[in-house]
């Protein structure tokens, strides 16, 4: 998320140098277009703490399912590793 975030601002930044705009209107532009990766990303990352951080029976017979089925349905893996390495479609 970091090297997105830094691609992102980047971009952002030198569109307006080139059209020779004030930099805030990138940093909102920039602001706004990584609002979605950054909420679905935080989310997701307490949602795995929060599973993967406890021993509780039932939870961990769930989790070991859910992994099993994530590792079968090669689409759902694809989509999830997709999404971690190049965050929510803008």
Request: hydrophobic share 40%; net charge positive; proline share 3%.
């Given at each position: 998320?970091?090297?997105r975030?830094a ?6 930044l030198?569109?307006?140098f080139?059209?020779?705009e ?5 940093l ?7 609002r ?8 997701f990352?307490?949602f ?5 951080s ?5 939870l961990?017979a769930?989790?070991?399912s859910?992994?099993a089925l994530l590792?079968?349905f090669s689409p759902?893996k694809k989509f ?5 390495i190049?965050?929510?479609?803008t």
């Open positions: 998320m970091g090297l975030d691609y992102e601002l980047a971009s952002s030198a569109k307006c080139r059209r020779g004030d930099l805030l209107i990138g909102r532009h920039y602001r706004s277009r990584r979605l990766d950054r909420a679905g990303g935080m989310l990352t307490d795995l703490v929060r599973a993967f406890n021993e509780y029976p039932l961990s769930v989790r070991g859910g992994l590792d079968a759902a999830l590793m997709r999404r971690m190049f965050g929510a479609p």
